[in-house]
């Protein structure tokens, strides 16, 4: 099992500011996905990326996938209170499964 | 389309109770999951199948049983509850991999379990 590690655990920020987290391992991962998960709900898929370097962005959200696909960073530019939630990285193990890590507790305040 | 669906939302169970939490999803998919949610742990995998007709252990099997009873359901059966099981259970279900790579999983709604 890969050792996956997410930073920073919580963060709590004002409206309209900007933010980075983090994702790494120790491993090389094949693919690796984001997913937002908001209380009482089951996560809800954001982004996957593949190739090492990958850059892709869903609207105010920036999602890196380093060169050597060990580590992935997500950025929300202006972050507005609907940003609120647990972010979760997941990259694949084997076949058919996902390993994800305990998240980042964002909190956007008014 | 209703997604994936959980039963019960929340079961307060006792000490070696047993029960069985029901998934079911309408979206066709091949493969379908279990996990558990704790506090400061993330999603750890319990069982998975990959197809109808195949289980799988995942990352924390011990103290469940699943089935997949068809294509659309994938039950957990908890046999002899413990204070050790209390967390949220999430169901998912996925596509299946296409292009080497695992497909986007849907998630219910969970079920929220405390055995006291």
């Known amino acids: 099992t890969q050792l996956l590690e997410q930073s920073p655990q919580f963060l709590s920020i004002q409206e309209g500011e900007n933010l980075t987290v983090y994702c790494n391992s120790s491993?090389?991962?094949?693919?690796l996905q984001w997913y937002r998960q908001e209380p009482g709900e089951g996560p809800v898929l954001l982004v996957t990326?593949?190739?090492?370097?990958e850059v892709k962005k869903l609207k105010r959200l920036t999602f890196q996938f380093g060169d050597a696909r060990k580590d992935s960073s997500l950025h929300i530019t202006a972050a507005q209170p609907g940003d609120t939630g647990l972010y979760l990285c997941a990259p694949r193990e084997g076949f058919q499964k996902l390993v994800f890590g305990t998240g980042t507790r964002l909190l956007v305040s008014p | 389309n209703a997604g994936v669906t959980q039963t019960p939302k929340f079961q307060v169970l006792k000490t070696g109770q047993s029960m069985t939490l029901q998934c079911a999803q309408d979206m066709n998919h091949n493969s379908m999951y279990w996990y558990r949610q704790d506090p400061g742990m993330g999603l750890r995998l319990i069982y998975y199948s990959a197809s109808e007709g195949t289980t799988d252990k995942g990352e924390v099997p011990n103290g469940y049983n699943v089935s997949r009873l068809n294509k659309r359901e994938f039950s957990l059966r908890l046999e002899s509850a413990a204070p050790s099981q209390t967390s949220v259970y999430f169901c998912?279900?996925?596509?299946?991999?296409?292009?080497?790579?695992?497909?986007?999983?849907?998630f219910g709604p969970g079920t929220r379990l405390t055995v006291l």
């Open positions: 998912a279900s996925s596509k299946g991999t296409s292009g080497g790579f695992v497909g986007e999983q849907f």
């Open positions: 990326v593949v190739t090492g370097g």
């Open positions: 491993s090389v991962f094949s693919s």
